[in-house]
């Protein structure tokens, strides 16, 4: 197998874990049980020994993806003289079916000839646990049995099956209208449990399923222009939502480069606070509030938690597991290529240890929201919030770390600064709407001290814009948020000012860096990396609410031609418009919800 472009990838999953599915029909990246579990097919990272599920019709020809409308299911068309076939793919959502085994993880893959006698090859070939373990593999007349360390993964299947080198093999032919179930499943309890037992039938899950998908969807309330795209990102957000415990992954891959051959190849598939809080935000505008109440549920558990050291981490870490663990140390898979020879490839994140004060403030503002949009904070649940307050009121001089990790040292960082006042600012609001007791006058002073501060240290004169941390030039994309979250009227000639040294020193054909990398702070890595998708939506929003829509319009327009032939962004986009980073990113959906929000409101403002 050859790598195929990050982009050439749709997703599937059943809120526990994803698949990527290439146009070939090919499944080069799922772990299983967990979304942070070893991986079972990982051939994204190495073409040869990752591992890899692809059912493909034989013919030469053209390929097509496509979503079914509304849901999660994604259809592979392979077109040729001979004849058109098709492969439907989707994990069925358990818990919310009838009957449904809540142990049971399940990829159904559904072979169909649309016209013609179409030939088709099947090969499932696992390679577990990072494709460090090595399986056995037991044929039987049903399908195969692959058996390591203990656990054991089935594939069913419709016709006979052959070993070849570890993997399933089967060629079959399908006329015109016919159809062919596979299943590849993992229970987590195998006890007593015959893996190869007579799937349900694929029809049945199929229906089930897209009934799921499109009921979730209808609950939404968005109506405003560019709905389709603003459904498929709610539908990918929704994905990346672990089911047992509410949390959000920030994407469901790791090792994937931010540069081609680049060391820039981080584990993204763990929860932190700051993508989280955005996305139960983005949860919270489509009206969503089940996803969003959940996900608090989980964050005030963390907020609930006291480190053992927290006069250095804080009250909070900035990223956990999905089930809540604080534990993420950071290794590197040295027996893998990396995609497309792009190593180390890592697994965990030693960033976890980082302090990034910025959290404080994204977490009190999605608070702030779900308890006016959602429910309203109950007595315990504002203690815990008074005492992160009083840290933040103590320690927002800190330099840190920084929104996006850099590993060069830290420092008194603008960003950071700005969001420490918008825990303090929504910490006010919150109680003064809900008449709570905290110092209100000491909480207000502090939050008018740190807004003097950013004015005076965070402005350049001789550049007229904010810049990235205390006494430098540099600029840094995530000033963009200044006026969004309300720090700054919109149309301040200071945020006027920043707007345009960021078009002129960030952008390239509207897509936006994040800083300026050898400039400013460094981020302690070698190489490059491409623009940051968010930060074009960021963008995008600073324009509209500065009355600039003409122009928010078109770069928004041009953002969603970045998106690959499903809708879906990884985390950057490359020089050639190529996707770069992990993939699908919850970061650039949640943006994309929130721009489509904010530019159609401006819109209809100004028509209306």
């Known amino acids: 197998m050859a790598y195929k472009p990050i982009e050439s990838y749709g997703v599937i999953g059943d809120m526990h874990s994803v698949a990527l599915v290439g146009t070939d029909g090919s499944i080069d990246w799922c772990c299983l049980p967990h979304f942070d579990s070893p991986s079972v097919f990982a051939a994204i990272l190495d073409d040869k020994k990752g591992g890899h599920f692809q059912i493909a019709a034989t013919h030469e020809g053209s390929r097509r993806q496509m979503y079914l409308p509304e849901t999660n299911v994604l259809l592979t068309r392979f077109l040729s003289d001979e004849g058109v076939g098709e492969v439907i793919d989707f994990m069925p959502v358990r818990n919310h079916q009838a009957g449904s085994n809540s142990g049971r993880h399940q990829i159904v893959r559904i072979a169909h000839a649309v016209r013609g006698t179409v030939h088709f090859r099947m090969q499932c070939k696992p390679a577990f646990d990072f494709a460090r373990q090595s399986h056995r593999l037991v044929l039987d007349e049903r399908g195969a049995v692959f058996e390591v360390s203990g656990m054991k993964f089935a594939l069913t299947s419709p016709f006979p099956v052959r070993g070849h080198d570890g ?15 596979f299943v590849f499943r993992q229970e987590e309890d195998t006890r007593s449990t015959d893996l190869l037992e007579a799937p349900p039938s694929g029809e049945e899950a199929l229906e089930n399923t897209v009934n799921y998908w499109r009921r ?64 139960a935000y983005a949860f919270l505008r489509l009206g969503h509030t089940e996803e969003a109440a959940r996900f608090m549920h989980w ?68 608070v702030y929201l779900y308890d006016k949009y959602g429910v309203p904070i109950s007595y315990d649940g504002w203690l815990q919030l008074r005492r ?91 000033n963009l948020l200044m006026p969004l979250v309300l720090f700054i009227s919109p149309r301040d000639p200071r945020m006027i000012s920043t707007i345009d040294q960021t078009v002129d020193e960030l952008v390239s054909d509207s897509l936006v860096y994040r800083y300026e990398i050898g400039k400013g702070a460094g981020d302690g890595l070698t190489g490059q990396e491409g623009t940051f998708s968010m930060c074009t939506f960021w963008l995008v929003e600073a324009m509209a609410r500065a009355g600039r829509l003409d122009e928010a319009r078109f770069t928004f327009e041009k953002m969603l031609t970045y998106a690959n032939h499903l809708g879906l962004y990884a985390e950057q986009i490359g020089p050639s418009g190529e996707a770069l980073g992990n993939f699908p990113q919850a970061f650039t959906h949640l943006g994309l919800i929130s721009a489509a929000f904010g530019l159609n409101r401006q819109l209809a403002k100004k028509a209306g």
């Open 216 to 279: 979730w969807l209808s609950r939404g309330r968005y109506e405003g222009r560019w709905r389709e795209m603003v459904d498929r990102s709610a539908l990918v957000l929704k994905l990346l939502t672990f089911e047992p415990t509410g949390a959000i992954v920030a994407a469901p891959t790791c090792g994937l480069p931010e540069e081609i051959g680049g060391v820039r190849n981080w584990d993204y598939r763990y929860t932190w606070i700051r993508d989280a809080a955005f996305t």
């Open 388 to 478: 992160m307050l009083d840290w933040v009121r103590q320690n927002w001089e800190r330099a840190d770390d920084g929104i996006w990790e850099v590993r060069g040292g830290r420092q008194q960082f603008v960003y950071s600064k700005m969001q420490c006042w918008v825990a303090l600012d929504r910490g006010l609001r919150l109680a003064l709407k809900r008449s709570l007791p905290i110092d209100l006058v000491g909480l207000r002073n502090e939050r008018d001290r740190i807004y003097e501060t950013i004015m005076e240290k965070g402005w350049n004169e001789d550049r007229k814009t904010f810049v990235q941390y205390f006494g430098s030039d540099a600029l840094d994309a995530s």
């Open 167 to 181: 993997a399933a093999v089967a060629d079959f032919a399908l006329k015109a209208g016919e159809k062919a179930t």
């Open 299 to 366: 964050l005030f558990k963390r907020v609930a938690e006291k480190e053992e050291d927290e006069s250095e981490a804080g009250p909070l870490r900035i990223m956990y597991g999905i089930d809540g663990r604080h534990e993420l140390p950071e290794q590197t898979l040295d027996h893998l290529e990396g995609y497309r020879g792009s190593k180390p490839v890592r697994v965990g994140n030693a960033a976890s240890h980082q302090l990034q004060l910025d959290i404080y403030g994204e977490l009190l503002d999605s």
